[in-house]
Every structure is written in structure tokens, then in C-alpha cells.
Nanobody, 124 residues
């Protein structure tokens, strides 16, 4: 089992930046791909960004590419999502997810473990 705990959500203005963090425990961090997803009420959860087990490959949704950056710190068992140029459309609950490492990070499925979510609100 993997336990994931997100932090860093909050309320910001459009154009601001925010960093989300996810601490993983329960399994060797370097064996896990880490992903970020988001969901708004009434909509399906959507993929945001992911980073592979080694930190050598990343993948982003088109809507956030160039504005969001995903990274990982193996010394702290932490995955981070730096969000810049935030837009009201980025308002959502953000979830951290983990899966056993796969061949390609561009596959957005098969995430097995999920955090409880952290809420981001962007006001115009």
C-alpha cells in the first residue's frame, strides 16, 4: 500500500502561482510513477501532469503545458506541482496519484493509489 498526502492548496488570484506537494509513504518512492489529476463538481477527474519513477520524463495535459511543472524529490519522497499563470479554469480539487512504474509516462491510466485531494480556487 501507498499512502499519499497532498498539501498546498488555497485561494489565489488569476495570474498567481501556487505549489502543491504530495508526500508518499509505504513503498519505495523510486519505484513509483507520480501523477496529478483534478476534478470539479459534476465533471470527470482529468489528468494534469505526471513524472516517471526516475524523474527523467514528464507528461502534461495540453491545458497546463507551459504553465505547470511537475517534479519529484526522492530525498523527501515528495512530488511537486508548480502552477504558474493560474486561470479561473484551473479551479478544482487536485489529487496526487501513484502507480508502479510503467514503460511510458504518457499513459494516464493505471494509477492505483490516490491522495485525499487539495482544493485550489482561482479568482478572476
Amino acid at each position: 500500500q501507498v499512502q499519499l498526502a497532498e498539501s498546498g492548496g488555497g485561494s489565489v488570484q488569476a495570474g498567481d502561482s501556487l505549489t502543491l506537494s504530495c508526500v508518499a509513504s509505504g513503498r519505495t518512492f523510486s519505484s513509483l510513477d507520480m501523477g496529478w489529476f483534478r476534478q470539479t463538481p459534476g465533471k470527470e477527474r482529468e489528468f494534469v501532469a505526471a513524472i516517471n519513477w526516475a524523474g527523467s520524463s514528464t507528461h502534461y495535459a495540453d491545458s497546463v503545458r507551459g504553465r505547470f511543472t511537475v517534479s519529484r524529490d526522492s530525498t523527501k519522497n515528495t512530488a511537486n506541482l508548480v502552477m504558474t499563470k493560474l486561470e479561473p479554469e484551473d479551479t478544482a480539487t487536485y489529487y496526487c496519484a501513484a502507480r508502479n512504474s510503467m514503460m511510458t509516462i504518457t499513459t494516464t491510466r493505471y494509477y492505483t493509489w490516490w491522495g485525499q485531494g487539495t482544493t485550489v480556487i482561482v479568482s478572476s
